[in-house]
């Protein structure tokens, strides 16, 4: 009866064509959430459902994709000289130990934070050895246990330093990290073949990376000719594409280690400029370059085949009692890696470079990282390193960081 009810009252409006307030409230019934029709007789009735415009948006728009993300930071030479083993040996409780502690507190907090944080370990890491400096550099475990404690989880090892203990040397800081940290991905200098082709690889947030290291150079020093041991220099390239090539199809992002350039100059050399492409154009994604011993730039990279890589040219160094002026400016590398996981689409973005001062009183005492950003006048005044200030400092970051990538 309410049916047909209403029928009669629409007839009454269409064919009179008056009474606009009743059309008025005919119309506001029939766009109530859900109404019924008449379309032709009472017996033919149409349910129709009515939507809202927020409800239609919702139908039509597709859902955002989910996305993985990971904050990389990269840290340049950890070069360990006398008095560094010197002061951490003093602080230890009993004098049994290397106590690294304080001269890494004060970036410890920018490590933490990463959800990957990779380390140029330029000294090898053995307890066979004693603690040892230029030109034959060797380090304690402790110092090892320390860089883990602050939150490295990757380490390079391909440095002209590596074989400064020779074959032995080499092996026994392998077999530190296998025995002791199995977990831990470190690379650049490997056992053997096998071992060189177990490509080092680390899931984090979902997404796969893999690493391989390179060096220019091993200071003069070779393995013996019937030695199993592998390490990659930057002149063997046919190896090296293949290899970074391999690395790209089972992990989703490839990042270099690549030890190269002239020490202590802020100047990228053709070398840097011209590797940095091949290895972008063969599949690298984060390039990470030390050895110059200072910072230089950085740029993004075009990859043949459309893609972006990045390259930061040199950290410069994380930790030494160098004492040449320019070796005092370093940086963390940041960049972060995002993952579609519907399309496996990976983009870099956000690159920066965090300024750091290496710092240490006079006498080579105390010696410490700062970020610059909390790194005073008073404390470049005192520096134990001559021709050094605060604005020297500033300078030197000004000019070998561009604005854009300049990091807090």
């Known amino acids: 009866m309410r049916r047909i009810a209403l029928f009669v009252l629409l007839a009454a409006v269409f064919l009179s064509g008056c009474s606009s307030?009743?059309?008025?409230?005919?119309?506001?019934?029939?766009?109530?959430?859900?109404?019924?029709?008449?379309?032709?007789?009472?017996?033919?009735?149409t349910s129709t459902v009515m939507t809202t415009p927020e409800a239609t948006a919702t139908q039509t728009e597709k859902p955002e994709p989910i996305l993985s993300t990971v904050r990389i930071v990269c840290a340049g030479d950890n070069l360990i000289h006398t008095p560094i083993y010197r002061q951490a040996?003093?602080?230890?409780?009993?004098?049994?130990?290397?106590?690294?502690?304080?001269?890494?507190?004060?970036?410890?907090?920018?490590?933490?934070?990463?959800?990957?944080?990779?380390?140029?370990?330029?000294?090898?890491?053995?307890?066979?050895?004693e603690p040892s400096t230029y030109p034959s550099f060797c380090s304690p475990t402790d110092l090892a246990d320390e860089m883990l404690r602050i939150g490295f989880d990757a380490f390079s090892i391909s440095n002209?330093?590596?074989?400064?203990?020779?074959?032995?040397g080499l092996l026994s800081t392998l077999n530190f990290w296998k025995t002791e940290h199995?977990?831990?991905?470190?690379?650049?200098?490997?056992?053997?073949?096998?071992?060189?082709?177990?490509?080092?690889?680390?899931?984090?947030?979902?997404?796969?990376?893999?690493?391989?290291?390179?060096m220019e150079h091993t200071n003069g020093l070779y393995l013996p000719k019937d030695s199993p041991c592998k390490v990659t220099y930057l002149s063997q390239e046919e190896?090296?594409?293949?290899?970074?090539?391999?690395?790209?199809?089972?992990?989703?992002?490839?990042?270099?280690?690549?030890?190269?350039?002239?020490?202590?100059?802020?100047?990228?050399?053709?070398?840097?400029?011209s590797f940095a492409q091949k290895l972008a154009d063969w599949g690298a994604d984060i390039i990470v370059g030390t050895q110059p011993h200072t910072i230089q730039s950085m740029e993004y990279l075009q990859k043949t085949d459309g893609g972006k890589s990045f390259v930061f040219y040199c950290l410069g160094n994380f930790l030494s009692a160098m004492d040449n002026p320019y070796s005092m400016v370093e940086y963390l590398g940041r960049i972060t890696v995002t993952k579609n996981n519907e399309s496996g689409e990976i983009t870099i973005s956000e690159p920066d470079a965090v300024p750091l001062i290496n710092h240490y009183d006079s006498g080579y005492r105390n010696i410490r990282v700062y970020p610059f950003s909390e790194y005073t006048r008073e404390l470049a005044a005192a520096h134990g390193c001559k021709n050094t200030s605060y604005d020297f400092f500033e300078k030197v970051i000004t000019e070998n960081i561009p604005d854009e990538f300049r990091g807090d």
Not at 91 to 111: E, P, W
Not at 161 to 167: S, T
Not at 254 to 269: K, L, P, Q, W
């Open 21 to 45: 307030d009743i059309a008025d409230r005919t119309t506001a019934l029939a766009t109530e959430g859900t109404a019924q029709i008449i379309t032709e007789a009472p017996e033919t009735v």
């Open 89 to 129: 040996k003093e602080r230890s409780s009993d004098g049994t130990y290397y106590d690294f502690t304080y001269a890494y507190q004060n970036v410890a907090h920018l490590i933490e934070e990463a959800d990957l944080a990779i380390l140029n370990q330029e000294t090898i890491i053995s307890d066979e050895y």
């Open 160 to 168: 002209n330093h590596v074989l400064d203990k020779g074959e032995r």
């Open 182 to 214: 199995p977990d831990v991905p470190v690379y650049g200098a490997y056992e053997n073949e096998e071992d060189m082709n177990n490509i080092r690889t680390l899931t984090v947030n979902g997404i796969k990376f893999a690493f391989f290291g390179y």
């Open 239 to 273: 190896l090296i594409e293949e290899q970074v090539r391999k690395a790209q199809e089972i992990a989703d992002c490839v990042i270099v280690s690549v030890h190269f350039g002239i020490e202590v100059t802020t100047v990228i050399s053709e070398q840097q400029y």
